[in-house]
């Protein structure tokens, strides 16, 4: 087994074909503030310098423009957190960057896009969705940065209804979202997808017309979410969605009744699901 504690609400991160786990919760309830590199994809493990930020679990990181970006989460008595972090260097050494304008929250999702917001041609983003805030709130609202996290816009609220411990995955044309909890901690086993490469802000400007050319501005689909139906698959939260041999896999969770799932389902867009054989 790997030598780095047992963990889980950890986070994950592929950069330069090496692998870092970052932060989590240990064994009682510990909070972890840690940051572990493998070279050889997972075979062997090396403990890295520890990061400047706070212990904390249900945080999330992502890649972009060569930098791991890590945000927000959930600190020491379930203390909701607001900041975001960057590290240019393979997680040596770690930038505060400054107080972000979207709320306290944990359990959310965080995935790189290419989109535009309504300015210009489509770039590639850092997109906050969703997620756990104080008064154990299930959130309901977006937020864009095209600078790594330095400054964040908010966006039209998506039209899946607030959720915290949810999946996300972004593919070239749609980011997918998966299951999770909303208010009162309902489980959710539904699918949304959304499709465009415009994503307008959330005072809801109009669109500048500022392509280069007319064909650009022919090419302006506007962001739109569409629910797939009940999924096969049971409600769940705590899940994982990655894609795979171009597939997106969704992984695990936990039931409504608390217990882990221990299934696997994979599809090619979103919209439709198929189970995978059990593990032997």
Known sequence: PPPFPIRWGHQVVSWKRRLYVLGGLGVGNQLLQDAWVSKDFGKTWEELPQPPWCARYSHKAAMIDGKII?????????????????????????????????AARGAHELVTFEMSLGDGQPKEHLILLGGNGNGNTALHDAWASENGGFSWQELEPPAWPARHSFSAIATKDRIVICGGSGEGGKKFNDAWV????????????????????????????????????????AAREHSQLVFFRDQMVLLGGLNSQGEIAEDAWASPDGTTWAQLPPRV
């Open 194 to 233: 959304m499709t465009g490469n415009v994503w307008r802000t959330h005072d809801k400007k109009a669109l500048r017309k500022q392509f280069a050319t007319d064909e650009a501005a022919s090419q302006v689909m506007l962001a739109k979410w569409e629910k797939y139906g009940d999924m096969p698959w």
């Open 70 to 102: 890590l945000v927000a989460g959930l600190a020491e008595n379930d203390r909701r957190l607001r900041d975001a972090w960057e590290s240019q260097d393979g997680c040596l050494s770690w930038t505060e960057m400054p107080c972000p304008r979207w």
